[in-house]
């Protein structure tokens, strides 16, 4: 249990305690404080808000501005694409274009993980996105403490989750730049490693808020499979062969990971299971595959895992890895 007598200063908590809606006007806010029973955050819902950015640097992207060349412009391209094309950002909602093939790819992470946290109650989401993890884990009846730069894809996992299960908390501020948390059983990090300006600061960050023997969760876009992928940003082919982070703007900012990369991030953790995944789905043969049900697509990886010709074309790593200690 967490010890919520523990006075915390709201100056460094960067949390929804201290958010307000856009015009700076209060919200309801539940008694104690959070992470508050998603239940309780039923008046939420729709409601926009925002609160002190973790990091300065957010509050001018998230009026539009231009971000610096680099990781920052992934931020850019999510400020522009959740204005234009929301539909398209908000994956857990069923009516969205790529719900069915996000949550596939989302289940298929999960077939590697779930065994790992279904034995944790408290789990920070860093780079939490549209709720796509945080979501499923409410639904658990986990606390939940979601990171990410990005306010609008902090209101859709809170739009989400509002009156369901579980205990929520959100912070509007970067991996690298994380509030001091009480200590949780598991870290998702899906798909964000790739994309920040420090991964290394990341992972550090992961590690302090994580329990000694606690879990991390985490995928990176694996370098191969990344650049024959469907969408892969045309004329990023040399940067890719140069070994350097693939850079376009928009949100096509990437730096891809071989094997020895992934393990070198991870030097300090306890490496359970390290797979090469998303072949058959978000991956080079997911045409070829065709669709399929989860059965099929789990039948598909494992034979382009096991084929000597395909096994290096895997799109994603992911990765269970424990912290050391007990
Ligand atoms: C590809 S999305 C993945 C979202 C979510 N983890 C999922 O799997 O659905 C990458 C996410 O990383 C977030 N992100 C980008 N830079 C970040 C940083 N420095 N720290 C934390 N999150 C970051 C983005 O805003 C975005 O939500």
């Not at 606390?143 to 908390?169: C, F, K, M, N, Y």
Request: proline letters at 10%; charged letters at 20%; one cysteine or more.
């Amino acid at each position: 249990m967490i010890d919520r007598t523990v006075a915390v200063n709201p100056e460094s908590v960067l949390s929804l305690f201290e958010a307000t809606a856009l015009d700076g006007s209060p919200l309801p806010r539940p008694p104690g404080r959070p992470p508050w029973p998603c239940i309780a955050l039923d008046r939420w819902a729709g409601r926009a808000f925002r609160m002190p950015p973790g990091d300065p640097r957010l509050e001018a992207i998230s009026r539009g501005e231009p971000a610096p060349p680099g990781p920052l412009w992934n931020l850019e391209g999510a400020v522009r694409d959740w204005a234009q094309h929301p539909d398209w950002m908000d994956l857990q909602d069923p009516s969205s274009p790529v719900h069915g093939v996000t949550m596939l790819e989302r289940d298929l992470y999960l077939h590697h993980w779930e065994t790992a946290l279904r034995g944790a109650s408290r789990v920070l989401d860093l780079g939490v996105g549209a709720g796509r993890f945080a979501g499923w884990l409410l639904e658990r009846g986990c606390e939940v403490e979601g990171v990410d730069p990005i306010l609008p894809s902090l209101w859709r996992t809170l739009w989400h989750a509002a009156g369901g299960p579980g205990r929520l908390d959100l912070h509007w501020t970067t991996g690298e730049r994380l509030p001091d948390l009480a200590p949780v059983d598991a870290v998702v990090c899906a798909e964000v490693a790739c994309y920040v300006e420090d991964p290394e600061a990341l992972v550090e960050a992961a590690t302090r808020v994580l329990k000694p023997g606690g879990v991390l969760c985490l995928s990176v876009e694996a370098t191969l499979g990344w650049a024959a992928a469907p969408g892969v940003a045309p004329g990023t082919l040399g940067a890719l062969l140069d070994g350097g982070p693939v850079s376009a703007w928009g949100d096509r900012w990437v730096r891809t990971y071989d094997e020895a990369a992934v393990r070198a991030l991870l030097h300090d953790f306890e490496i359970l299971e390290l797979a090469p995944t998303h072949y058959a789905v978000g991956g080079p043969f997911e045409a070829a595959a065709g669709a399929g049900d989860f059965p099929t697509l789990l039948d598909w990886e494992a034979r382009c895992r096991a084929h000597p010709i395909t096994r290096p074309w895997n799109r994603a790593w992911t990765v269970l890895a424990r912290k050391r200690g007990v």
